[in-house]
């Protein structure tokens, strides 16, 4: 050995340096839909993980900037929709069950998109309603499913108070 230090790519931080490869390939437009290049000359995966931990460099790079930014609007929307149903909910039980399940599904999306833009440590956890794994999506609808219930009660109570 020559004593000089490894390259970057070469180290164990391996699949978050190709992430951030593949979110600066992706510049502000995007390569399009289904245009992403994620694999390398040899056919093997440039970031190993990309179905589950690392989607979303995978749509910032297809979508760029702006439809990164966009995704993450989205995700702020629900959770405002979120907190939302959890102010109108009549009974202290339904109001924390809503500030709750809104509270848990934000603080995932934040862990994941931090973890991968490198503002947090990275963790294995997968961003919510989009990433492939069969309990993680499984677990988030029944988040969506118990928002939709205490929205449902609410509106309800409302509409037969009036």
Do not use: W
């Amino acid at each position: 050995m020559s004593g000089r230090p490894a390259l970057r790519q070469d180290c164990q931080s391996y699949q978050e340096v190709q992430s951030l490869y593949s979110i600066a390939h992706g510049q502000m437009g995007g390569t399009g839909l289904g245009a992403g290049t994620f694999r390398n000359a040899v056919g093997g995966m440039i970031i190993p993980d990309l179905k589950t931990d690392f989607i979303y460099s995978a749509l910032a790079q297809e979508l760029g900037l702006i439809g990164a930014a966009g995704l993450v609007l989205l995700y702020m929307v629900f959770v405002l929709r979120g907190f939302r149903v959890s102010l109108f909910a009549s009974d202290g039980f339904s109001k924390l069950l809503a500030a709750g399940l809104t509270f848990g599904f934000a603080l995932q999306t934040f862990i994941i998109v931090g973890g991968i833009l490198r503002v947090i440590p990275l963790t294995g956890i997968t961003l919510p309603l989009v990433s492939y794994g069969g309990s993680s999506i499984v677990a988030n609808f029944l988040v969506v499913a118990g928002l939709m219930l205490v929205s449902n009660r609410a509106n309800a109570e409302l509409a037969g108070h009036a």
